[in-house]
């Protein structure tokens, strides 16, 4: 209970814009990044001096936020809309073929955006649950595909200073099943949303920690964060009366791009730290549920095994795409 009641109450963030180096040099792509924490990074990101690729939906929305962007915040940066549709894995490619026509070299992916408790149903452009498709489908193609590049930049790089950094929930420590990820769940498209939001959050925490055992020889730091409880749109799909309930307990979204700023540039991080779980606003996860650490062990250590059922299922889904 303690931990989860700090998530609600996290101390003061120790990486903000105020004592972030320069980025100069330096490119990242931050998905879900015209709005909540997602634009709250790009804001950081460029005024820091970084590359910045705003990934999303709309380029006459992202043309917009860019526009503000620049106006408002002086600096030698910059910032560039990646069209990107999570929710369709065919177009992902193209998407990545666009990034590396223009760049040799990526420094941090944030695999920020995400959706939650669409209308049940909701589904994707290849018939998966829409929570399964944008929250972990989609950012694990999107992350395959990308591996080329972002090795190529470790290669000249100190090791850990590449990274990938995953978005989960609170829900993982406060409401999510015990056991893990079930992915029967996930796979009946009309169940409850909140459950199958929680599957897909714990989902991140798995596909985090399986790309961390995949590229931690190549120097690259896969971390997953509770980016904390914010107002943004992610309460978009659910009841009016949830966001004027927890409304007390929500911090601006500001707030939650500091916790994926400390994990994707703090040197606090080393190799060794692959696969943890960050908290707000920028932390170590001190003592992560023992039923989900099961789950990422396997079966032949005494785990359940059953995070690399759920990556392999992933692994089936996007192999077509890659």
């Known amino acids: 209970m303690g931990i989860t009641w700090s998530q609600f109450f996290p101390p003061a963030p120790s990486l903000t814009e105020a004592n972030l ?10 998905t879900g990044g015209y709005s909540g924490v997602g634009l709250e990074l790009c804001k950081i990101l460029y005024q820091a001096g970084g590359k910045v690729y705003l990934a999303g939906r709309s380029e006459e929305h992202a043309s917009n936020v860019i526009a503000q962007i620049q106006s408002s915040i002086q600096s030698d940066g910059t910032i560039i809309f990646l069209p990107l549709h999570l ?46 498709a944008t929250n972990c489908l989609g950012p694990h193609l999107l992350t395959q595909l990308l591996l080329p590049t972002l090795r190529r930049t470790s290669e000249s790089e100190p090791p850990a200073s590449v990274r990938v950094v995953w978005t989960g929930s609170i829900v993982v420590d406060m409401s999510a099943r015990k056991g893990g990820a079930i992915l029967e769940e996930i796979l009946q498209k009309d169940t409850n ?26 120097g690259i730091l896969s971390v997953v964060v509770n980016p904390g409880n914010l107002k943004s749109g992610l309460t978009r799909h659910m009841s009016p009366l949830v966001p004027l309930l927890v409304a007390p307990l929500l911090y601006p979204a500001r707030m939650g791009a500091y916790t994926e700023l400390w994990a994707g540039l ?16 920028g932390r170590f996860h001190p003592n992560p549920r023992q039923d989900l650490l099961q789950g990422m062990k396997g079966k032949d250590v005494g785990g359940t095994g059953d995070a690399a059922t759920f990556v392999q299922y992933c692994d089936n889904q996007i192999l077509e795409f890659k």
């Open 21 to 30: 180096p320069s980025q100069r040099g330096k490119v990242f792509i931050v």
């Open 193 to 218: 949303p909140q459950r199958n939001y929680e599957n897909t959050k714990i989902g991140n925490w798995y596909l985090a920690h399986a790309l961390d055992a995949q590229e931690r020889p190549s």
């Open 266 to 281: 703090s040197s606090e991080l080393t190799l060794s730290d692959g696969g943890r779980y960050i908290l707000p606003w």
């Open 87 to 132: 929710d369709d894995l065919a177009s992902i490619k193209s998407a990545v073929e666009t990034y590396n026509a223009a760049e040799s070299r990526l420094d941090v992916l944030f695999n920020n955006a995400g959706v939650s408790n669409p209308p049940a149903g909701s589904v994707s452009a290849q018939g998966h649950d829409l929570q399964l």
